[in-house]
């Protein structure tokens, strides 16, 4: 379980003002937004006062022309109250969501420059909570939590002056509450704070598994692990429910207690203030509006329960942003990229490399040394866990070794920017990622390329002879990861990707291991098409793929054990000879099978 997913036990204020800050860029509308709240709390201190005139003034006088001119401003007061609420409403949405779409961006941006071993600790499902219900949760705090916070508090601080200005005893006999009311407040902080970090925990979970077990939807079917997969998803789901009910049951206790002390204070005030009619040293009018003062007192103090516990759930969700905003990025792009020299020749050299994925780890590459010459062959093989595929991760700089040197064409790659690296390199890889869309968009992937280019790169791998057969041809529309393709069809793509980008540098992990022998020649044919004039480094299970590679580098535990072509490494009667046998026995076995 990665730490973001405990939920925090913390408070910690800073957060606040961490997230305060995305409103600078709007400072303006959020000013104008609280600005028309404070209209708005004005317009509602007026209502009463105008009742109290009508009570104490017009009706006693029988004045029709004064209790007219009173509830036409009361229902003016009333109507350009709601219009002022839209407004504010409006005006606070659209802070929420500009500001969001900041946040994002923010994170989408961070993601896409975290090195791939952030990907491989966190589940996909756990970091789309960040993108969406995270920032969902703190787009309902700056949509309707910051900004109204100040006219709660404006308002509330409004009504206790003009009752204290309007009669100081009956005033205190209204605020005789408070105390409760803040208590039960604190109450309800504290339980609703852990309840809802608690809900986001549950959901972050929830929605890893489910990620999951979709993307492995066929396992689980081929298995038959739908059972136990419901089973689990069942556990996950109760968790969540009843983290939601405990939320619940707290908002079903906070507020009827708050009507309640609302209800006590009311019956208090209509008690003193009933007597005090009765002995004429209290008007009805007076009376009556502080009725509605008390009644529109409480309604802020709820309120801003409500929006504590509005800010304690996006407290639990920014903890988990933030905490994503500031995973530090490992793989850095230099300050001043070095350029790569034009045209660029391919040559690559790895020079003493030590990796390994942690720093208290074992070394996966041990002083690993050796040069890839332009125009040549070179294939690395090994075991499974040999280091094979680390290198080429290492050379397309999704990490960085610990010691050594890796040079394209004799500048560090460290030096080069990202950009410019990957465009040299063409990567083709055994799991092939296809992207929901038409063909021509997998092959060109948004790069300048025309779609004629496009068509020749697939004509030359082989590629166009069933995409033409396709229904709507470049324009067939794939489903997720291209599934409704066969394996062969995808590798296919994936060489008519790299043979349209035309790299100087090509790099095949793994690229046949996967195929049926038939499918296997066909693309032995798309790969020689590749790999003409260019630099290559080809991984594979397969020896019989790499016999005319220039030069073969065996690994074993990380290190290079043997090096040479394929006849020599054969004769020297080594570790490649043993390997090569196996499978020769490997593929006996299968024909006469």
Not at 1 to 11: I, K, S
Not at 124 to 148: A, I, K, Y
Not at 431 to 447: M, P, Q, R, S, V
């Amino acid at each position: 379980m990665d730490d973001q997913d405990v939920p925090a036990t913390r408070y910690d204020a800073s957060l606040l003002r961490r997230l305060l800050r995305y409103l600078r860029p709007y400072g303006w509308l959020a000013a104008a937004a609280v600005l028309l709240l404070l209209v708005q709390s004005g317009l509602a201190l007026a209502g009463p006062r105008l009742t109290e005139r009508a009570l104490d003034v017009a009706i006693p006088r029988k004045d029709v022309g004064l209790l007219s001119l009173l509830a036409g401003l009361y229902l003016a007061t009333l109507l350009f109250e709601l219009v002022v609420e839209y407004g504010g409403a409006l005006l606070t949405a659209l802070v929420g969501q500009r500001v969001m779409y900041d946040l994002r961006m923010e994170i989408f941006g961070h993601l896409q420059r975290l090195s791939v071993t952030y990907f491989d600790r966190n589940p996909v499902g756990r970091l789309m909570t960040r993108v969406t219900s995270d920032v969902e949760t703190l787009n309902e705090l700056f949509s309707s939590g910051v900004v109204t916070i100040f006219g709660d508090v404006f308002t509330l601080l409004a009504i206790m002056g003009m009752m204290l200005v309007i009669d100081v005893r009956l005033a205190l006999v209204t605020f005789a509450v408070i105390p409760l009311v803040w208590l039960t407040a604190a109450i309800f902080r504290r339980r609703v704070r852990d309840a809802f970090r608690d809900i986001r925990f549950r959901v972050a979970r929830l929605n890893a598994f489910l990620q999951e077990r979709l993307s492995g939807m066929r396992i689980v079917q081929l298995f038959g692990r739908e059972a136990d997969s419901a089973r689990r998803f069942g556990e996950l789901n109760r968790e969540h429910l009843a983290a939601h009910l405990r939320s619940i049951t707290i908002y079903a206790i906070f507020f009827p207690a708050v009507e309640v002390l609302t209800a006590v204070a009311m019956a208090l005030l209509l008690w003193y203030g009933g007597l005090r009619v009765l002995d004429d040293t209290l008007t009805v009018g007076v009376l009556a509006a502080f009725i509605q003062y008390t009644r529109r007192f409480f309604q802020p103090l709820q309120d801003l329960s409500e929006k504590f516990n509005l800010l304690q759930s996006a407290m639990a969700s920014s903890e988990r942003v933030f905490g994503l905003l500031d995973e530090p990025v490992t793989v850095r792009e230099p300050a001043s990229p070095a350029p790569l020299s034009r045209p660029v020749r391919g040559e690559v050299r790895f020079d003493g490399i030590w990796f390994r994925y942690s720093p208290d780890g074992p070394w996966v590459l041990k002083d690993i040394s050796f040069t890839a010459s332009p125009g040549r062959t070179l294939a690395l093989v090994g075991h499974t866990g040999a280091g094979k595929t680390t290198i080429v991760n290492l050379l397309l700089r999704f990490y960085d070794a610990e010691r050594g040197r890796i040079t394209v064409d004799g500048v560090d790659i460290r030096d080069l920017s990202t950009a410019d690296l990957r465009s040299a390199i063409g990567f083709v890889q055994q799991d092939l990622f296809l992207f929901t869309g038409d063909i021509l968009h997998n092959l060109t992937l948004g790069a300048p390329i025309t779609r004629e280019a496009a068509r020749m790169a697939a004509g030359r791998v082989g590629a166009a002879r069933f995409i033409e057969r396709l229904p709507a041809g470049y324009e067939h529309r794939l489903g997720e990861r291209g599934r409704n393709l066969s394996v062969g069809e995808r590798q296919l793509l994936s060489f008519a990707r790299a043979l349209a980008l035309d790299p100087r540098i090509l790099v095949l992990d793994e690229a046949t291991s996967s195929v049926d022998a038939e499918a296997e020649a066909q693309i032995q044919r798309a790969i020689a098409e590749l790999m003409a004039g260019r630099t290559s480094l080809v991984v594979a299970h397969r020896l019989s793929t790499i016999l005319h590679a220039d030069e073969i580098l065996v690994l074993h535990h990380g290190e290079i054990r043997e090096r040479g072509t394929h006849r020599e490494l054969l004769a020297a009667g080594g570790l490649y000879q043993r390997l090569y046998q196996l499978q020769l026995r490997g593929q006996e076995v299968r024909r006469i099978a």
